[in-house]
């Protein structure tokens, strides 16, 4: 299976592998300042969505603005986390020290990710993320550390869908950070400092 992405390998060798999943209408370059932020030091495997709406780039389809295709959610799921196996094989990293840091589309996948696959990620970094489904029995996240940006004034995930989220993986075992800022569904400086912090307190401990 081919997904676009580039992979750098990390400057000290017992840093974790970073997973960088863009946004919507983004590709595989765009959160390489994000991971140069957060760990600089750490290997990086960063993919682009091979699923376009009106040409943009995505990681699974959607229905309508937040309504998903679950049959398509899963099926590319599934797909991301056989190619996480693969390119684990062929980059020789390790397969069990992998954190996905995700933005909006991409930090939906990652969290169903986690929703889906046991063991897939050793922890997440989701921005401005979704409940990605509803009704399923999540695996034991016990010991995986969670990271969640959220904006109180986004204008496409309500609070309450954060807070959902949050509340889930958490039930999950999950240990979770929370960032909420002021803004809408914008990266801003803050959480992805917050997110430095988080990654060197909780993953690199």
Avoid: C
Avoid at 27 to 56: C, F, H, Q, T, Y
């Amino acid at each position: 299976m081919k997904l676009e992405h580039i992979y750098k390998e990390a400057a000290k060798e017992t840093m974790p592998t970073l997973l960088l999943l863009h946004g919507t209408g983004g590709n595989e370059k765009d959160l390489l300042p994000l991971a140069d932020m957060i760990a600089p030091d750490a290997s990086v495997l960063s993919v682009r969505g091979n699923v376009l709406e009106n040409g943009m780039p995505r990681f699974f389809r959607r229905i309508s603005e937040g309504v998903f295709d679950e049959e398509d959610l899963i099926f590319r799921t599934n797909e991301l986390n056989e190619f996480l196996n693969e390119a684990s094989e062929k980059y020789k990293f390790d397969r069990h020290n992998i954190i996905a840091i995700g933005y909006s589309n991409g930090a939906n996948i990652a969290a169903s990710l986690l929703y889906h696959h046991a063991s897939s990620l050793k922890g997440a970094a989701l921005f401005h993320a979704m409940v990605p489904r509803r009704g399923v029995d999540i695996p034991n996240l016990e010991d995986l550390s969670v990271f969640v940006g959220a904006g109180k004034a986004d204008p496409l995930i309500p609070a309450e869908e954060t807070k959902e989220l949050i509340d889930q993986l958490r039930d999950a075992g999950a240990h979770v950070t929370e960032h909420w800022g002021e803004g809408g569904h914008q990266l801003t400086r803050d959480e992805v400092i917050d997110a430095k912090s988080w990654f060197e307190e909780k993953i690199i401990k």
